[in-house]
């Protein structure tokens, strides 16, 4: 699975600051634009879009294996894929245990992983600190390793994708902005753009973070539902004995932190509980930039980090950086035809993963527009399976303040989102409710899971709420 690229950072960074002046302190500074948000295809040198220049792909293990099990060429073909260098360089990663439940859960993927083919184990922590000597490894019970994992460039990725699709006859605008696609009778006939029309009979919204505004800009409107939130990451100066480009990447979930090498110094950034959704009245940024700097907001991470790696308290600073990184209402990416628009695709909102599943989701929408269907079932990712209340900018900016931090919890029984509930109730509602009804959403609608007699409804209340407790209890920051 793809990780964070190493190439990607351009500019020169910010000045440096140490540990101990990070912690608390905060300062603006202005972003560096690095694409161009409606483009008919992306600039060959920079080719991103809606994810921070250099995007964690290092969430990967989520229950798509059939997004896993089809990917990019392995080994060394990644050497010079396209003729293009991307970085490849395997590392593999380290996904590390501080609870026991968290250890369960890691034997699970551990479990579908191997069943898949992606060699994978359950080790010790003595194992982990000779993986990584520089872990923290005290208070961990246990973690998994998957030594093929790799890193590559995304950058580079995209451009050489770009370069292989261009010898094979693909045209390429730069610096091309889309203004609305045409439709005439509910079908696809054309992209209208600041340098002119294209006819076309397919169109597909790969567009990150200005998906949303893309498809509300057509004659026929799309409602694509996704929300951006400010991502942040820190990058340091190479530590006394550079760290060597095959250092294991390391996540640490209960933590809620990942940790990989960059130059020999340290890239590390998270998935804080309390993230702050962007653009929440409609104005997205013309252009990818890096946003203001917050240490604040960023110091739980980073005191988790130190916790991780006590070493790095010397270590120098380069930057914090803040992109934008975009999410979906239900942590699954969207893909598949509109159900609007005849010939309209939709391949966006990969959740911080979309190195690691854009080999499989690319083929699969490939598939789909070529035969009307893919290879396998993917209807959990497919777009029908949203409805307009979930495309309102309310639902989504309280909906994504939930899906982000829950990239690294643990689910618990009987979960559910909280955000967004009771938008569509039915005229039993209240009636059921009284008899002690326990609800669940499904495409915006409350709907009952089981019922508790209200004579125990304090004692079934209760019983859930231990699982919270226990979920709440076993996060550690």
């Known amino acids: 699975s793809g990780q964070r690229g190493q190439k990607e950072f351009v500019g020169r960074p910010s000045e440096p600051v140490s540990w101990q002046e990070a912690a608390g302190w905060s300062r603006q500074r202005g972003g560096q634009a690095v694409g161009n948000p409606q483009q008919v295809a992306p600039q060959l040198k920079q080719g991103r879009s809606g994810q921070d220049p250099a995007a964690s792909e290092m969430t990967g293990l989520q229950p798509f294996t059939h997004l896993l099990q089809t990917q990019y060429p392995r080994g060394s073909d990644w050497l010079n894929f396209g003729h293009v260098p991307i970085g490849y360089i395997r590392t593999g990663s380290i996904f590390l245990a501080q609870t026991q439940d968290r250890l369960i859960s890691l034997k699970r993927i551990n479990s579908r992983l191997n069943v898949i083919g992606i060699p994978s184990e359950i080790i010790s922590p003595k194992k982990v600190a000779e993986l990584h000597p520089l872990l923290n490894v005290h208070d961990l019970v246990g973690a998994m390793h998957v030594p093929e994992d790799a890193v590559v460039s995304s950058a580079d990725v995209a451009l050489a994708l770009a370069s292989a699709a261009s010898q094979n006859g693909v045209q390429i605008y730069d610096r091309t902005s889309v203004l609305h696609v045409m439709v005439k009778k509910g079908q696809v006939t054309g992209v209208e753009t600041d340098k002119g029309q294209i006819e076309c009979q397919y169109f597909v919204n790969c567009a990150g973070q200005w998906a949303y505004e893309l498809g509300l800009s057509n004659e026929e409107p799309v409602s694509i539902p996704l929300h951006a939130c400010e991502h942040f990451y820190l990058l340091t100066r190479p530590l006394e004995t550079p760290l060597q480009s095959n250092t294991p990447t390391v996540v640490d979930a209960d933590g809620r932190i990942y940790i990989r090498n960059w130059q020999g110094g340290i890239l590390s950034g998270g998935f804080e509980k309390n993230p702050k959704p962007i653009f929440t009245e409609g104005k997205n940024q013309l252009e990818i930039q890096n946003l203001q700097e917050d240490w604040d907001h960023f110091e739980p991470l980073l005191s988790s980090l130190l916790r991780r790696m006590p070493e790095l308290e010397t270590l120098e600073i380069m930057k ?141 209340r209760s019983h859930v709420y231990s699982f919270v407790a226990l979920r709440t209890n076993k996060t550690h920051f």
């Open 320 to 460: 914090l950086v803040n992109c934008p990184e975009t999410f979906t209402p239900d942590m699954r990416c969207i893909m598949g035809e509109s159900p609007a628009v005849q010939g309209y695709y939709v391949l966006v909102g990969m959740n911080s993963a979309g190195l690691s599943f854009g080999g499989g989701a690319g083929r699969y929408l490939a598939e789909w527009m070529v035969h009307g269907y893919p290879s396998e079932s993917i209807w959990e990712l497919d777009l029908k399976r949203f409805g307009a209340l979930q495309s309102s900018r309310t639902f989504l900016r309280h909906r994504v303040m939930e899906v982000m931090p829950l990239l690294y919890d643990l689910k618990v029984p009987r979960w559910d989102f909280q955000t967004g509930r009771q938008l569509r109730t039915s005229p039993l509602y209240d009636r059921l409710d009284a008899q002690g009804a326990r609800w669940m959403e499904k495409h915006g609608f409350e709907r009952p899971k089981y019922f508790v007699p209200p004579d125990k409804g304090k004692k079934a």
